[in-house]
């Protein structure tokens, strides 16, 4: 019976971790990948301490940092079930192993968010990516697009940009629209290989063996076919819902759990932190995830102390 266990092994789950253990707490982390999303980081240049580090180097830290202190860490496995029974719960994974814990973490992150366009699953894994970090190294002198205006966009946009010939940058919105940090936006406006297509989507994505168009809905230089070998959609993220109904956890209308500030939520013994939670003013970064993970960890200490379990 742990103490704690922890779904989810992102900047949240692995700082709750890391609390969770601090505190002695019997604690078990589960996660199909160590650092989640930020493996997928190209640089991230805003996590106090690292002035400039690739998203899976700062993963490998983390990683590191959360199972020093005791916490039990199990990857390559993702919770399917969770139970809920005599105040207790158990958890079944994907490959069949059942763990039982006092309370829950849930540090789930987010999902990426799909297009739906025709073409898109068609194209998948051959030339349409969703990760330009991963995938930018197969796409060498190629004229690729990348779809979205968020730091995801830009940041794969730069990232793509050291190895392919022209990225085009493809946003349904102004220039003055862009989400991404502004610095960010600078460094992607001034490099030569980056042309910003505004106030346009993309409708379809064509091929044979491959990606090699796309099809817009506002003709750019008078052509509504754009030549492109690669499609990278990065256009943000979206809660996975079955876990949170499994536990009867309430959700805003996006699909966030809604979290007090304690990141206690409305089902006693279930605690949420990080991307899919509410919280932090929903400023979606790595370290307000591991905030919410640290503030996570002590509210369940401080529960199973009240409950004389602790
Ligand atoms: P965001 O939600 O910030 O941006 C999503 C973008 O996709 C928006 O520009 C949005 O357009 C566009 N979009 C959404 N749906 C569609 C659609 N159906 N068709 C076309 N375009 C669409 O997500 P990100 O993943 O970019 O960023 C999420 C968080 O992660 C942010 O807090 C960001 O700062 C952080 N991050 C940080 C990084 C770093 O520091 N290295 C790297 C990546 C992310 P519109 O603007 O019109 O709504």
């Known amino acids: 019976m742990y103490d704690v266990i922890i779904i989810g092994g992102g ?3 692995l700082s709750a971790a890391v609390y969770a253990s601090r505190f002695k707490m019997k604690t078990l982390l589960i996660t199909p990948v160590i650092g989640g999303n930020v493996n997928e980081a190209f640089l991230i240049e805003n996590y106090l ?5 690739q998203g899976g180097e700062l993963a490998q830290k983390f990683a590191e940092h959360a199972s020093a202190y005791g916490a039990e860490i199990k990857t390559g496995e993702r919770v399917v079930k969770i139970e809920k029974a005599n105040g207790y719960f158990t958890i079944t994974t994907d490959i069949g192993n059942i763990y039982d814990g006092k309370t829950l973490i849930l540090a789930t992150g987010l999902k990426k968010r799909k297009l739906g366009i025709p073409g898109e699953e ?10 330009a970090v ?3 190294f197969f796409f060498r002198d190629k004229v690729v697009a990348v779809i979205g205006g968020g730091a995801s966009a830009i940041t794969g946009a730069l990232k793509l940009a050291e190895v392919a010939k022209k990225v085009y940058v493809i946003y349904r919105r102004g220039k003055e629209n862009l989400r991404a940090e502004p610095i960010w936006i600078e460094r992607a406006l001034s490099n030569p290989k980056i042309e910003f297509i505004f106030h346009t989507n993309v409708k379809e994505i064509r091929g ?5 168009c796309v099809i817009l809905d506002n003709p750019y230089k008078g052509n509504d076919t ?5 499609v990278f959609i990065e256009i943000g993220s979206i809660p996975d819902l079955n876990l949170p109904k499994q536990v009867g956890l309430e959700t805003d209308e996006d699909g966030t759990i809604k979290v007090n500030e304690d990141c206690s939520t409305n089902v006693e013994g279930v605690f949420a932190a990080g991307d899919i939670t509410t919280g932090s003013n929903r400023v979606r970064q790595i370290i307000t995830a591991a905030a919410e993970g640290a503030i996570a960890a002590i509210s369940v200490f401080m529960y199973l102390k009240r409950k004389g379990g602790g």
Do not use: H, Q, R, T
Request: net charge negative; charged share 25%.
């Open 11 to 13: 900047p949240a789950g």
């Open 226 to 230: 754009l030549d492109v070998e690669g």
């Open 49 to 53: 301490g690292f002035k400039s580090i």
């Open 122 to 131: 068609e194209f998948k894994g051959k030339g349409v990516s969703y990760c």
């Open 208 to 212: 044979n063996e491959s990606v090699n």
């Open 134 to 136: 991963c995938d930018a």
